[in-house]
């Protein structure tokens, strides 16, 4: 889906106003005025017929992440029921890197997998009315950063000190459909230190292209 939706943004074709992948899908947002429904459907057949080994390669980024109790309501809940330690948790869920599916829900929420089998749960039962941004969640095969302030129903199992949603960026989300994503376990000391630092993400976030 997202070679699909690059291959369509590099013909600039007049109508077209946004793509937006999906884990299985893309839409594409385009002005009937400018580009009949037809003619988009032959250029996305066309894409498509020669996506075949075409591979998209975004940013990959290192986050920190405190897993401290503090930032952890769940953590030892998911460690009973996965019949790992908590530092098993969390050695496992920070040894895996991510690829960003899609965003969704909320501006810059990105729905990070695979997320290792041993740590896959349903949602929580009773979900919370309010978490604070930075909460990291686990939920089935995903796993994520929550942007801002939110209802959430996965699993906390830590927290991280850099904002992944700034107005002054063109886009706003830092995290993209297509990046990479490894987690690195800091201290609660190093998390207040990264906090009174800045807010902003890329201070404390690793990119390489």
């Given at each position: ?40 459907q032959g250029h996305i ?49 920070s040894s895996v890197t ?83 994503v490894t987690f690195k ?25």
């Amino acid at each position: 889906m997202l070679a699909l939706g690059q291959g369509l943004g590099a013909l600039h074709l007049d109508g077209i106003i946004e793509t937006v992948p999906t884990t299985r899908s893309l839409s594409v947002y385009y002005e009937p005025m400018s580009i009949s429904t037809a003619a988009l459907q032959g250029h996305i057949v066309d894409i498509l017929d020669n996506l075949r080994g075409t591979t998209v390669t975004g940013r990959s980024w290192d986050i920190p992440i405190c897993y401290d109790s503090d930032f952890a309501p769940d953590l030892g809940e998911v460690a009973e029921r996965c019949n790992l330690s908590p530092n098993q948790v969390i050695e496992l869920h920070s040894s895996v890197t991510y690829h960003v599916y899609m965003l969704g829900f909320l501006p810059g929420l990105a729905y990070l997998g695979d997320l290792p089998e041993a740590l896959a749960l349903s949602r929580r039962t009773a979900p919370r009315p309010r978490i604070p941004a930075g909460s990291l969640g686990i939920g089935g095969r995903m796993t994520c950063i929550y942007p801002m302030d939110t209802p959430c129903g996965w699993h906390l199992i830590g927290r991280s000190p850099v904002a992944l949603w700034d107005q002054r960026l063109e886009n706003g989300a830092i995290l993209t459909a297509g990046d990479k994503v490894t987690f690195k376990p800091v201290s609660l000391r190093e998390y207040e230190r990264a906090r009174a630092e800045s807010t902003v993400a890329a201070p404390h976030m690793q990119s390489t292209h």
